[in-house]
């Protein structure tokens, strides 16, 4: 997906978030926003969101120091993810179709974004996760996802943020674990998850973990180490968690299911879908095919 | 009131709806958004916003050509408030406070601002008018406001925006008229109110209108002309209307009435009350004299 001129202002005003989260640094702030005005001037619209997150990032990192300014952040919601895990894992358990339940709760787990809202509620959560078991959701998209993973050989998991990661291991669980690599980023942005927060969500324990090795908030291909785009074209499944990771993958020819909250407007416009609505979105080169896959089984 | 960080991803956000309705091609639109980006980057902070403001839409103007892109826009809502205005006259007649009335529906009338939202639907207006008729307001200010009002000799009426200033008509049909003279901007600049606007209000046949020669959205004195310039001088009270008075005169030694509704966060906190307060404020240097304007009396 290409950066839309709405993106600019809301790049402008997650700078300001993120470097006032580092530094209480005024002068520093400002440093930060002048630069990011400066970068934004001259962006190459072409490029996806996450490619001026990424810059703006390393920009904050480098002028404060901090290398990891959301680690407390991160840890606290890995935390409160964890405490209702074993109640979601209950319902997943107790639930018609649990595949279905533990996607719609991998969903809800997508609202814990920082990159979008600056805080949340923590109240909030347990409406989300009712919300997100009755809201609308397509059904014949999750037997197209369904399908896909059964047949698939080699899925690669793209995670999101941390604390969203536990939700994501109630998905996981669900899949056949022995095919399914759970990729992480390789150097801390915003909240996005890394390997220490996959060890936390006792993913490790259960599937393969491995890191991109890039700072970027979604999946910059070439940003990433040799090893995982290796990783990425040798895999027959590509499901790819939350906005950052559809924004930077939605043009890749591969069978990508993007799986995600559309939480902001331009987003939902280059879906096609309302804002806040719940996304299982194959990718664009292989959606429609669940018949000729239906009929392979 | 200086410019605050928080003003400047809104800027951004403003300079995008203004050009898009200034135009529908994306090149300019790109154009002005980079032009702004780097105009930000080098900006004085220490300048209150309006001055930011002023430089975005002669930047707009410049790039488009286009003289008064909110021409349209200013004459609905002029026609739609001078629909209203009997009925909102009759109101304020029936009223037991008929100056109370008529301030509280200058407030409401500050909801039409298309520099703080892009629209706003027009069947709210019925219930802003409603709301702002029964909420909380500072009666012992408005006792201050009277008393000025009856003191003073020389009262410039700076107005805000089109559509409000027939509100504002309301409330300068309860002053003493032959001392009143309201001020409009010189050249268009968002929907602010121009010569034309209190013409259609009806406000030419019962009070002096003169313009202030500038296009900043508010009232940057060293922008203004020089027979305004005096005029302001020579004033013993000025009644500021909306934000951008507010923002561009907070500041300033002498005795003002601020009147607007506080729409944004940064405004709430700068006048230290909550969003979307109804505000009567005395200036900074003359704030509290209450007492003695009454032994004066």
């Known amino acids: 997906m290409r950066t839309y001129f709405d993106c600019i202002p809301c790049f402008v005003r997650q700078a300001l978030d993120s470097v006032r989260m580092t530094t209480g640094d005024e002068q520093v702030q400002e440093k930060v926003l002048r630069e990011v005005l ?3 001037s001259e962006m190459d619209l072409r490029r996806s969101p996450p490619a001026m997150a990424q810059r703006i990032h390393r920009l904050i990192r480098e002028i404060t120091g901090a290398k990891d300014p959301y680690l407390e952040v991160k840890n606290r919601y890995n935390r409160l993810a964890l405490e209702m895990y074993p109640e979601l894992k209950e319902r997943i358990e107790t639930s018609a179709d649990p595949l279905e339940a533990a996607l719609r709760l991998a969903i809800a787990g997508n609202i814990i974004d920082l990159g979008v809202k600056t805080s949340i509620k923590e109240l909030d959560i347990e409406k989300i ?33 941390a604390g969203e990661i536990v939700f994501d291991r109630l998905l996981i669980e669900r899949l056949p674990c022995e095919k399914v690599t759970v990729v992480v980023k390789g150097v801390p942005v915003i909240n996005d998850a890394m390997l220490e927060d996959a060890e936390f969500a006792g993913l490790t324990e259960i599937v393969e973990v491995i890191d991109n090795g890039s700072d970027a908030p979604g999946t910059i291909l ?10 990425f074209e040798e895999a027959d499944l590509i499901i790819a968690k939350g906005q950052g990771n559809y924004e930077t993958l939605s043009d890749i020819d591969k069978d ?36 000729s896959v239906k009929e392979a089984e």
Request: charged share 35%; glycine share 8%.
């Open 129 to 161: 996760i009712n919300d997100s078991l009755t809201a609308d959701f397509d059904g014949r998209r999750i037997e197209e996802f369904r399908n896909a993973v059964s047949r698939a050989e080699k899925i690669l998991y793209l995670a999101d943020n």
């Open 222 to 231: 070439e940003s990433c180490s040799q090893t995982f785009r290796d990783r």
């Open 256 to 291: 990508i299911f993007f799986i995600l909250k559309a939480k902001c407007h331009v987003i939902a416009k280059d879906l096609g879908c309302e804002m806040g609505e719940m996304i299982l979105q194959r990718g664009k080169s292989f959606d429609g095919i669940v018949d």
């Open 38 to 40: 400066r970068l934004g």
